[in-house]
């Protein structure tokens, strides 16, 4: 599975920004998937997780509440819609996909059980 990350840009504080996450070489459909990020100078860390089902959602606290991640089965396509966007997000975004044989909270944010990760999307909000 190749994935390919886009929609980062610069926005203000409180706007919004969707990113998409497309796939090519197989259906994302059997794929729990999660976004990531990584701030300037800091380690990657876990934004939010879609099972492969899509009726099991799991977000960081810093995001939930104001990101969601959704699918589009016919593009084999997720997205991360952004929403109130802070300072604080800043970042590089990518999108993983990850077995669907780890279910449980237990496997969210570890990222050595994603397989397949996107280049990463540059999201910059500015105050």
């Known amino acids: 599975v190749q994935l390919q990350a886009s929609g980062g840009g610069l926005v203000q504080t409180g706007d919004s920004l969707r990113l998409s996450c497309a796939a090519s070489?197989?259906?994302?459909?059997?794929?729990?998937m999660a976004w990531f990020r990584q701030a300037p100078g800091k380690e990657r860390e876990f934004v939010g997780r879609l099972s492969w089902s899509g009726d099991d959602t799991h977000y960081a606290d810093s995001v939930n509440g104001r990101f969601t991640i959704s699918r589009d089965n016919a593009r084999n396509t997720v997205l991360l819609q952004m929403n109130n966007l802070k300072p604080e997000d800043t970042a590089v975004y990518y999108c993983?996909?990850?077995?669907?044989?780890?279910?449980?909270?237990?496997?969210?944010?570890?990222?050595?059980?994603?397989?397949?990760w996107g280049q990463g999307t540059q999201v910059t909000v500015s105050s």
């Open positions: 070489g197989r259906s994302l459909g059997n794929y729990n």
């Open positions: 993983a996909a990850q077995s669907s044989l780890y279910s449980g909270s237990l496997w969210y944010t570890r990222e050595r059980t994603y397989d397949y």
